[in-house]
């Protein structure tokens, strides 16, 4: 069974540009969660989906956003990009919305210069 | 709101030593507990979890860990590393929003990094 895949691994964007980001779960998977990993705050929760509905937030900017789609992929849109959103996003899926596994992707790798 | 402490950014161990990874965390209600490792440029992988039942927990690749609930610690053990357990590994707590179901996100502790000696 083929793991959680994000695309694009690695994006270079600058200032005040938008990014569309994408997650495709495992098979099955209905629960996907969003994760923002930097150096000096770490792994920090941005949201998760399940049935295509916002279920849980973190405390983000309302410049942080997301979708799902009914096939459960998901989507992160960052607009109004600032230096500070340079970071590894992480998606992850799970099976149910109270999943107690969480399985995680590789990433995507964001520069904004 | 809850949190998570790793008390060591980073520990050195020779190999074959033994090794623990301290975490405790910080919750008013009933939590899911978590350690997952991250190699260089990879995402993270579970090593073990907690959700109820006995303490002791056993992982993959030889690690297990303890909940203590009292102490609100749940503390990463191996008896014996290898060079390949070099990585970031972080302890994770997940809150329960309500009995009938449904839990917060993932709250991350700022990881551990094992490095290997041989």
């Known amino acids: 069974k083929a793991g959680v895949t994000q695309t694009p691994r690695y994006l270079i964007k600058t200032r005040g540009q938008q990014v569309t980001l994408s997650c495709s779960p495992i098979?099955?998977?209905?629960?996907v969660s969003w994760y923002q990993q930097t150096p000096g705050q770490g792994l920090q929760f941005l949201f998760e989906?399940?049935?295509?509905?916002?279920?849980n937030k973190g405390n983000f900017p309302g410049r942080f956003s997301g979708r799902q789609f009914s096939n459960s992929r998901s989507e992160m849109n960052v607009s109004t990009l600032e230096l500070g959103d340079s970071a590894l996003y992480l998606c992850?899926?799970?099976?149910?919305?109270?999943?107690?596994?969480?399985?995680f992707g590789p990433g995507t790798r964001l520069t904004v210069l | 709101a809850q949190s998570v402490t790793q008390l060591d950014s980073q520990v050195p161990v020779f190999e074959e030593a033994p090794v623990e990874l301290r975490c405790n965390y910080s919750?008013?209600?009933?939590?899911?507990l978590f350690w997952y490792v991250q190699y260089p440029n990879q995402g993270l992988q579970l090593l073990l979890k907690?959700?109820?039942?006995?303490?002791l927990v056993k992982g993959i690749n030889g690690f297990e860990a303890e909940f203590n609930k009292s102490q609100t610690s749940f503390h990463l053990r191996k008896p014996s590393v290898h060079i390949s357990d070099t990585a970031e590994y972080f302890c994770?707590?997940?809150?329960?929003?309500?009995?009938?179901?449904?839990?917060?996100?993932?709250?991350f502790g700022k990881g551990t990094h094992l490095i290997i000696q041989p």
């Open positions: 994770a707590v997940r809150t329960l929003l309500y009995s009938g179901g449904g839990a917060d996100g993932l709250t």
């Open positions: 098979s099955g998977h209905r629960s």
């Open positions: 919750s008013s209600v009933s939590v899911y």
């Open positions: 989906y399940f049935s295509e509905t916002q279920r």
């Open positions: 907690y959700l109820s039942g006995s303490t």
């Open positions: 992850a899926s799970s099976l149910v919305l109270t999943g107690d596994e969480q399985f």
